[in-house]
C-alpha cells in the first residue's frame, strides 16, 4: 500500500524516521505482558501463545469466547475467538482486509453477497480465509473439538472498532445477524454436517422471526 502511494522505493526503504512513539528500544516490550482496556480488548505489544491465550465471553454466537487485541501503537488490529463442538458464530460483514487463520478444529465457513448464492469453505488448521468488502461470512465448527482462529484487520486507534466503511456497515451487522434472523437452510445444513462427523448439535433450531 504505501509503495503504491509513494512510487519511490528509496523513500521507503532508506527513510531514516523512527517511530519511537511505536517502538522505543524498551526492555520488557516483548515481556511486558500488556493490560485490558475493555472487557474483551487486550492492549499489548507481542502475544507469546495464540492457542492458550485467555479469551471471555463475546457476542458473536453461542457459547463463543474471544478477544481483541491493540497491537504496538499501530492501526492493525487481531482478535482471537473459539467455539465448542456443537455451535456455530453469526454470520456478519464488515469491511476489506480481514484475514482469518484457522489454529484449531475443522469445519466450514459460508461466505456470500446480499441477494447472492452462498460458498462454502472447508478449513481446518491452518487455512487462511480472507472476506470480500461487505462479503458476509459465518464460520461453523462441525468437528467434535473446540475451534479457535485469529484474524487479523485494521482497527481504530480512538475506540477499538472496525473503521467506518459503507452504509452497511453499521454496528449491528459486524456485531452479526442473529440465529432468529438467519435463513433456515443454514442451520439445516449445520445439523446435516454434524450428523456426517458424528457432532452433537448443541445450539438449538432459532425460532426464525422473520418468515
Known sequence: ???NIYRN???VFNNPYVFNDRYALEDDYFSDPGRPVDRNVWKTNFVPDVRTFSLQPSQRGM????????????????HITAFPPGVYKLGHRHGVGAHVLILDGEGYS?????????????????TVLSPK???????????????????FRLGDL?????????????HAEIMGIQYDDEDPAI?????EECARRGTTVILPRPSYAKA
Open 1 to 3: 500500500m504505501i509503495l
Open 9 to 11: 522505493s528509496d523513500f
Open 63 to 78: 457459547s463463543a469466547n474471544g478477544m481483541q487485541f491493540v497491537l504496538s501503537n499501530n492501526q492493525a488490529m487481531a
Open 110 to 126: 459460508l461466505l456470500w453477497f446480499e441477494g447472492q448464492e452462498r460458498e462454502r469453505v472447508n478449513w481446518q488448521d491452518g
Open 133 to 151: 468488502e461487505g462479503q458476509y461470512h459465518q464460520h461453523f465448527n462441525a468437528a467434535p473439538k473446540p475451534a479457535r482462529y485469529v484474524a
Open 158 to 170: 480512538d475506540n477499538h472498532r472496525p473503521p467506518a466503511g459503507q452504509g452497511w456497515n453499521t
Open 187 to 191: 442451520y439445516n445444513l449445520y445439523v
